[in-house]
């Protein structure tokens, strides 16, 4: 038994490391977790923002693409004036919708003594034909001026090695794609090779005006949503900047997301450039259309011949651009339209990824945390309830003793005197009534300890009291009356105060009269040498009312005070004194008092005594007998008690 309890503080100790270790080790792990995290949803939202970017900048190559050439005749050979091609864009493409004009032009190239020549023409969806236009729309006027501009053909060789000078694929300014038609025909010879000959004929563009507003309202929240999912549902902000002057193209957000006016994100978590042509791309367009007569075919083609069969059409095109060296040539290619014009920066509604898995560990952290504190603090709780049951089972043992003694004590008295009066050992009156008397003061102390375990029993169990209201004055009568045979026992002087017209109290009678009586034998137990009580009656405030029973008594010690309304409790000078009790009295006195709605407090001074006062609520409803005088109490012995008044 002596080693139990350092035994008990080695587990206590090796619980409370193993909890600390747990602790370090989920912060480590979750710390992992997090940047695992991080980088998975930075991962995910870039593959996102780069399907969107390559998706946009598909779509413009396409109609760089097919809007080209006519495809229908042999490359190199088709009119210029031809448009079938452009009928078939917008009839086949996904979103044709981005193009809202198209206009081919002819530039022919002026020498010293003339000046270059435009001939413009505008495509007529309704009528699938090319109408000449004499002036030139105030929107392609810089474009045109620049093609004016435009050195005469070169041979591909020699413009593949140094690309369309002052022709970018991208006009922004219109915004429009110029897309040149190949000047020279391609002819392949019989072994396979391509001849390039020199062809003298003017420049030939086609330029597909791209519609901003529907590319601005339709077609990127289109592609937002396709990748992002539903606005109303996003958990991104969403913004497309032109990138030569920083204004705003577009921006998306949840309606529930405060974004500034102007759409800015600054410090965003992916950010890309994009509105390009991807000419590296241009394989997914390229098909195969063979027209050929199988016959015919077989007769033209020779043994071991390598080359492409007669009639079919090769899709080819020789459109090349250059790319740039170092970051000023990008800027310059920039500019010319030779790169990409706009950026889309993203960034997630909580303010930033890094906020977001912040936030989710705090959470998991608090989860875990508040789960390993709920441990910690079930084990305070079993070891202190396992110290409070050790305590409460020596009090239970102390109390069966007590108990035990105190039964035993009376019966012993008891079955002595019932045993000489059997006998005839007492046969004198007078020592038949002191034996009577005896027998009785010992049946009382008997029926009040059966009475208050009785009591703490039932309110163990729930009991639940009658409230009603009840005078003040019949309340202390009641309790006086009851503690008569203690008192005369003692002699006891008993001083009671209480107001000309007694207060009326919400409660019980009887349990507060009991209530009374447990103080009332506390103090005739302990006030000491004086043999002194006393009771009053009085009000605090204009909703409770006040009663006090004081003592003359040696008072109680500090560290008893706040242990002396448990039950089975005993002062241990009482204990060691040899003062008869069962240690349920205070504590019955507690549970009367929680049961009425009130409270009780303790005033004690060492050697000059202890007063205890009980407050619980005063009625409201008077009975219509408050009116009547109070009943007169039976005559006590004088002088075991004395009655006082006060206003």
């Not at 205890?612 to 005088?629: C, G, H, Y």
Request: charged share 25%; glycine share 8%; hydrophobic share 40%.
């Amino acid at each position: 038994m002596r080693h139990r309890p350092s035994t008990q503080l080695v587990v206590i100790g090796v619980l409370a490391g193993l909890l600390v270790l747990l602790g370090t080790l989920q912060w480590r792990w979750l710390g992992r977790i997090s940047a695992d995290e991080r980088e998975r949803m930075t991962a995910s939202l870039g593959l996102k923002v780069r399907e969107l970017t390559q998706e946009f900048d598909r779509e413009l190559t396409r109609a760089y693409f097919w809007l080209q050439m006519d495809r229908s005749g042999p490359f190199g050979v088709t009119p210029v004036k031809s448009t079938a091609h452009f009928d078939r864009w917008f009839s086949s493409a996904p979103d044709a919708r981005i193009v809202s004009e198209i206009f081919t032009v002819t530039v022919t190239p002026g020498g010293p003594d003339a000046e270059a020549r435009l001939a413009l023409s505008r495509y007529d969806r309704d009528a699938e034909t090319l109408v000449p236009v004499e002036d030139v729309p105030g929107a392609l006027q810089p474009l045109a001026a620049r093609l004016t501009q435009l050195p005469p053909p070169e041979l591909p060789s020699q413009r593949q090695r140094r690309g369309f000078a002052g022709v970018p694929p991208l006009q922004p300014d219109v915004p429009a794609l110029l897309i040149p038609r190949p000047p020279v025909p391609i002819n392949v010879s019989a072994e396979g090779t391509i001849v390039f000959s020199q062809l003298d004929r003017p420049w030939d563009f086609t330029i597909a005006v791209l519609d901003t507003d529907y590319i601005r309202e339709t077609y990127l929240p289109s592609l937002v949503e396709r990748e992002f999912g539903p606005l109303a549902e996003m958990p991104y902000r969403v913004a497309v900047v032109d990138l030569a002057s920083g204004a705003p193209i577009y921006c998306a957000a949840a309606p529930d997301v405060a974004a500034p006016d102007d759409c800015a994100i600054t410090e965003p978590d992916v950010s890309r450039e994009f509105f390009e042509l991807r000419m590296r791309e241009f394989s997914r367009f390229i098909v195969s259309d063979d027209r050929r007569d199988p016959g015919r075919d077989s007769a033209a083609q020779g043994p071991g011949d390598p080359g492409p069969r007669p009639g079919r059409t090769l899709h080819v095109t020789t459109t090349t651009t250059t790319e740039p060296p170092d970051g000023d040539a990008e800027e310059a290619r920039r500019a010319e339209g030779r790169g990409p014009l706009w950026r889309v920066d993203v960034k997630h509604r909580a303010g930033s990824l890094e906020a977001v898995v912040a936030s989710a560990r705090r959470r998991n952290l608090f989860i875990s945390s508040s789960v390993l504190l709920l441990l910690g603090a079930s084990m305070a709780l079993i070891v202190m309830s396992s110290g409070r049951a050790r305590r409460l089972a020596a009090q239970q043992m102390e109390f069966v003793a007590g108990v035990s003694h105190e039964l035993r004590t009376p019966l012993a008295v008891i079955r002595s005197a019932a045993e000489n009066l059997a006998d005839g050992v007492v046969a004198d009156p007078s020592q038949v009534r002191q034996y009577g008397t005896l027998i009785a003061a010992e049946g009382r102390r008997l029926t009040e300890m059966v009475e208050q375990v009785m009591e703490f029993a039932g309110f163990d169990a729930g009991r639940a009291l009658d409230v009603r209201s009840v005078s003040a004055r019949d309340v202390v009568d009641a309790a006086i009356q009851a503690s008569q045979p203690l008192l005369a026992e003692h002699q006891v002087t008993i001083e009671v105060t209480m107001p000309e017209e007694p207060p009326y109290v919400l409660g019980n009678q009887a349990a507060l009269s009991r209530m009374l009586v447990n103080l009332l034998s506390n103090a005739v137990k302990y006030g000491g040498a004086d043999r002194w009580v006393g009771v009053s009656v009085g009000l605090s405030g204009r909703d409770h009312v006040v009663f006090r029973v004081s003592d003359h008594g040696a008072g109680i010690a500090d560290q008893d005070l706040p242990h002396i309304f448990e039950p089975f409790f005993r002062g241990r000078p009482w204990t060691d004194g040899h003062v008869h009790g069962s240690g349920l009295g205070l504590s019955l006195v507690s549970r009367i008092v929680a049961q009425h709605r009130g409270k009780v407090h303790v005033d004690t001074q060492p050697d000059r005594g202890t007063t205890f006062s009980v407050t619980v609520p005063v009625a409201r409803d008077v009975p219509a007998t408050a009116t009547e005088p109070a009943p007169v109490l039976p005559s006590l012995e004088a002088p075991a008690w004395k009655r006082g008044a006060t206003s």
